[in-house]
């Protein structure tokens, strides 16, 4: 919206940080999907060329700055600054280990700094009016006004402008939300409320937000909402670094298991572990944010988890009997005694037995009662 409507707003704000920093190049990173935005803002920063108001000598200042537009292939990791300028410079989009720090060390070793457009558009109508001016708007703690993007089941989906401090009811309002049961804060990398904490308000100190706020009525299935969270981050996951890379594709097998209606309370036990691990231990921020929206959901929304669960009990997510072909033919049997039946009565011996519960697998457990069945 910014780029389509507000054009020269983004372009002044780089020029004043170009300014601000020393600066006499900036790129704009547009993400693969606004492609069909290209021509239109290349012919606009031409414009500017010829109008003296981009390129050498701006206005006769003496100060020189001029805009590459650079086209990413639409990674969700590339909007993260470090991973950013590893695409700018022709590189997959892998963020950096920190320090240093793009300020210091950023694009081909360059001092750089990455913001995005709503901040550079904000950049520019304070240099006009003033720092007290936007200083008046929001709250004390966070100061001027949000751009949300508001989607989902609302009437009038749609970019709105809010001083901070609006309450999420605010919004759901002017977007022509009805019978709505959730909300997610920042997409789905954010905290996901529910109707009881429509009372809050966004800013830095209560909802923190990104801007994209998700809406979700009470004929939606949380548990699904929660199942393609996990999916797109398994997707959008870089690989970079283990917890992330590991913990969306285990989080997304999860989420498979309990829709496939194989799922115990174990699993949903792991998927809270899974948050915590990924929160503490992730490499960037795609990796902290990926599951606290659906940690939120399993929380606040036990009920749509707990109704997929198979049994109280643990339920493995393959066919461990077929597993056991191999060993059967290698020890030459195909008895009764060598096939599982129901694994849920192995486990429950096990966890009897002096193997003690959790660390013992169905795999190994029946094979042994198998064998001792044998004369
Ligand atoms: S947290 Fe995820 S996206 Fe970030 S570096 Fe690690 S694997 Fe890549």
Redesign the pocket.
């Given at each position: 919206m910014l780029l389509n409507s507000y054009f020269d707003l983004v372009v002044d704000g780089m020029c004043i940080a170009g300014m601000a920093i020393g600066a006499n190049k900036g790129f704009i990173y547009l993400r693969g999907e606004y492609r069909y935005l290209l021509d239109r803002l290349e012919t606009r920063l031409a414009q500017r060329r010829e109008q003296g108001l981009l390129g050498r000598n701006i206005l006769g200042r003496g100060f020189t700055f001029d805009i590459e537009i650079h086209l990413g292939a639409g990674a969700y990791?590339c909007g993260?600054e470090s991973a950013l300028i590893e695409s700018l410079e022709g590189k997959p989009g892998?963020?950096r280990i920190r320090p240093p720090f793009p300020v210091t060390n950023g694009y081909r070793g360059q001092p750089t700094t990455v913001n995005n457009v709503e901040t550079l558009a904000l950049a520019a109508l304070i240099a006009v009016r003033g720092g007290e001016w936007f200083r008046a708007i929001g709250t004390p703690a966070s100061t001027g006004t949000k751009l949300l993007s508001v989607s989902g089941d609302v009437e009038r989906p749609g970019i709105y402008e809010f001083p901070f401090g609006v309450t999420v009811a605010e919004v759901l309002e002017a977007a022509g939300a009805r019978d709505t049961q959730a909300m997610t804060s920042a997409g789905a990398a954010g905290h996901c409320l529910s109707a009881d904490e429509f009372g809050r308000r966004i800013a830095f100190e209560d909802v923190a937000t990104g801007g994209s706020i998700m809406v979700f009525d009470t004929s939606r299935d949380m548990f699904e909402v929660a199942r393609n969270f996990a999916h797109f981050f398994a997707h959008e996951?870089?690989?970079?670094?283990t917890?992330?890379?590991v913990g969306t594709a285990v989080n997304a097998r999860l989420v498979d298991k309990l829709a496939a209606n194989r799922g115990s309370p174990y699993d949903l036990d792991e998927m809270a572990k899974m948050h915590r691990l990924m929160q503490g231990a992730?490499?960037?921020g795609?990796?902290?944010t990926a599951t606290i929206a659906i940690d939120d959901m399993l929380a606040k929304f036990r009920p749509a988890f707990e109704r997929r669960l198979m049994s109280a009990e643990y339920e493995p997510a393959f066919d461990l009997d077929a597993a056991l072909t191999k060993a059967r033919q290698m020890t030459g049997r195909d008895d009764p005694g060598a096939h599982l039946g129901d694994n849920r009565s192995a486990l429950a011996e096990a966890r009897a037995g002096v193997h003690g519960a959790a660390a013992v697998s169905p795999a190994t457990v029946r094979p042994a009662q198998a064998k001792d069945a044998q004369p």
């Open positions: 990791i993260e892998k963020p996951s870089c690989g970079f670094c917890p992330c890379r992730s490499h960037c795609l990796g902290n």
